[in-house]
Each structure stands twice: as structure tokens, then as C-alpha cells.
């Protein structure tokens, strides 16, 4: 009897370890390139600056843009995350840019709802890039010289980042203004950013970056138009 109890032990922790060693090999389920791809590309959309965050030695700090900042400068609060706003291009030949918009606007984590942006076409600036990484199974960018600026600010060295990529937990949703409005929920992402700092490690900055949907061409000249959006 002793023997076969001894034996039964075995057999439980086998089916343990068995039960333990599939679940490590569960593969993940891949990211549909395709439709981030296509709701990353979408029109009629710009991507405004809602939260900043660095985390160091596990310890995560969060900004909202719209409030007080501990992380960035006052005049960067004030001059760049209210009048900058982006968008990603797709052109032949793989030309991906990341525009830049000079354009004054909603921002910030504020209630969903419908404001006006004002987008100044000459400050349009293409700076950025960006391109997909099927190893890492998400966007990577060329970082624009406003996201290199808030990176270069909370970062305790000045780092100035060159790459960042996309978070895959927060991917774009929407192909269209009217998905986006039948949804009635913020849409966002999240780029990440990663220093290797000699004593702290690993420190990862983020910026997510909220849709502005443009709903309605308000008014414009040849320098500057209004649209109506919802953020």
C-alpha cells in the first residue's frame, strides 16, 4: 500500500509538472497587423497628447498633460502639449512619416466629448517616421523632435531618444469618425520609450496620445483651418 501511494505521488506530480510545462508553451496570439495597421492610417484624425509616465525601479509615475507636472517644464506644458497633434502616413516605395501638427486643440485626460480643434496647415512638419517590426509584432517609430524634447526632460541624463514603439495593449481601434462616434469612448495609444541607465537599469517613458476624430470643416484660408472634432 505504502508502495502504490508513493507511486500515485509520482504520478500527481507529473501531471504537475506536465500541466506547468503546456502552459509555458502556450503561444501568444499574434497582433493583427492588418487591422492596426489600417486603423492606424485611418483619415480624418489627429492624435493629440494626453499622458506622460516614467517608470523606474518599478515604480511608475503618471501625468495627466492638462494638469501640474512634476516631469516636464512649465513652458512645455503651456507651448507644445496644447498646439501639437500627429499623424501617421503611408506613401509607395515604404515611406511611412509621422507628422507633426502645430495645432492648437483638446489635450489632455479631460471627459469624452466634442471641442474644436484648430489645425494650422504651415506648421505641419514631418520629422518623424515610423515602420512595422514583425519580431516585436508592433510599430516601431522615429521619435519627433516634440516627443524627443518630454523624453530629454523627465529623463534624469538628458536622454534623447531616437526609437520608441508602440504599446500592444494599447493599440488604435478605428478605421473611420463614425466608428470611432458609435463607439463613445476615447481612443488612444501609447508609445514607449527605453533608457538603459548605468545604476537605475531599465527606465521606460511613455507617451499616450489621445484621437481627435474631425467631424466638420468649420472654416479655413490657405494658412489655418477649423474643424469640429470629438476627443
Request: glycine share 6%.
Amino acid at each position: 500500500m505504502k508502495l502504490l501511494l508513493q507511486c500515485s505521488g509520482i504520478v500527481v506530480f507529473l501531471l504537475l509538472f506536465s500541466c506547468d510545462d503546456r502552459e509555458a508553451d502556450v503561444v501568444k496570439v499574434k497582433v493583427d497587423k492588418e487591422k492596426v495597421l489600417a486603423s492606424l492610417l485611418a483619415t480624418n484624425r489627429n492624435w493629440r497628447f494626453e499622458e506622460i509616465s516614467m517608470e523606474k525601479k518599478g515604480v511608475k509615475t503618471v501625468e495627466n498633460v492638462a494638469e501640474s507636472s512634476k516631469l516636464i517644464t512649465v513652458e512645455t506644458r503651456i507651448n507644445v502639449t496644447p498646439n501639437v497633434g500627429f499623424r501617421f502616413e503611408s506613401y509607395p516605395n515604404n515611406v511611412n512619416n509621422l507628422d507633426e501638427i502645430i495645432s492648437s486643440g483638446p489635450f489632455g485626460k479631460i471627459p469624452y466629448g466634442a471641442t474644436s480643434l484648430s489645425e494650422t496647415g504651415m506648421g505641419l512638419t514631418i520629422d518623424g517616421s515610423w515602420t512595422w517590426d514583425d519580431a516585436a509584432q508592433t510599430v516601431v517609430i522615429t521619435s519627433t523632435s516634440s516627443m524627443t524634447g518630454i523624453v530629454s526632460e523627465i529623463s534624469e541624463n538628458g536622454w534623447r531618444p531616437e526609437k520608441g514603439y508602440l504599446d500592444t495593449t494599447m493599440l488604435p481601434l478605428f478605421k473611420t469618425s463614425a466608428e470611432a462616434q458609435t463607439a463613445g469612448i476615447p481612443e488612444r495609444i501609447r508609445i514607449l520609450f527605453e533608457e538603459n541607465d548605468p545604476k537605475a537599469g531599465k527606465i521606460t517613458y511613455s507617451i499616450t496620445l489621445r484621437a481627435a476624430w474631425i467631424t466638420r470643416l468649420v472654416s479655413g484660408n490657405s494658412r489655418q483651418h477649423f474643424y469640429d472634432v470629438v476627443y
